[in-house]
């Protein structure tokens, strides 16, 4: 079946660390795969998505590389900000099925900042 | 992007009671989500829900415990049945964006969430 694995949490670190938060799936074919953010108190947004293999997607600074070799999906960003502070969910999409995207999550990830 | 509203935002329910949740869409869509967010859990997809027929459960959710509703392309309803303090959850919905990149690839737009407890 399709899954996801995320690193464990919390993670904490100071302002201007770098940052990697490891995600690797299980699927079959070829599927989308995203990071969702979920700041306190609000819902998930989309931080960044990739749909084959070896693309590279990034947003406000943070980075993913679908990798298929070892079919992992690893979040990085050069230099945290205390803003950054959030739940990260790395979620796979599979392909249609019946016509619709089925999301499958991680875990979560909770990401500290101190300044 | 589709701009989704939740009713309520938040609620404290008493066991065996049940709670109607409201999502509404600012645009038309075909594919709406109903996710439940356990305490300290990821998502977990309860069902699809397409205008004009009934929903499509996922394994271990059942019409009767979450009954949906889905009258037009920008509203939809979930309702927690008979809750109990296991049913403490987030429950968000979520709708697919036809005019991203289409076919495959279409990114999904969550609701702020609808944080419940149950005493």
């Known amino acids: 079946g399709n899954s996801v694995t995320q690193m464990e949490g919390p993670v904490t670190l100071s302002e201007e660390a770098f940052l990697t938060i490891n995600c690797t799936y299980t699927a079959t074919g070829y599927p989308s795969l995203f990071w969702y953010v979920q700041y306190p108190g609000e819902g998930l947004q989309l931080l960044l998505k990739?749909?084959?293999?070896?693309d590279k997607g990034s947003n406000k600074g943070f980075e993913a590389t679908y990798r298929k070799e070892t079919t992992s999906f690893h979040l990085e960003k050069g230099s945290v900000q205390v803003s950054d502070s959030a739940v990260y969910f790395c979620a796979l999409s599979p392909g249609l099925i019946q016509g619709a995207q089925k999301l499958v999550f991680g875990q979560g990830t909770r990401l500290t900042i101190n300044p | 992007s589709a701009v989704i509203s939740q009713k309520p935002s938040r609620d404290i329910c008493q066991r065996g009671t049940s709670l109607t949740i409201q999502c509404q869409v600012d645009?038309?869509?075909?594919?709406m989500f109903w996710y439940r967010q356990q305490p300290g859990q990821s998502l977990t997809l309860i069902a699809t829900a397409n205008q004009g027929s009934e929903a499509t459960y996922e394994s271990g959710f059942v019409i009767d415990k979450f009954p949906i509703s889905r009258p037009n392309l920008t509203f939809s309803t979930l309702t927690v049945s008979n809750m109990s303090p296991e049913d403490s959850s987030i429950y968000l919905c979520?709708?697919?964006?036809?005019?991203?990149?289409?076919?495959?690839?279409?990114?999904?737009?969550f609701g702020p969430g609808t944080r419940l407890t149950v005493l």
């Open positions: 645009s038309q869509v075909t594919m």
């Open positions: 990739a749909t084959k293999a070896d």
């Open positions: 979520s709708v697919e964006d036809l005019k991203g990149s289409g076919g495959l690839h279409n990114e999904q737009f």
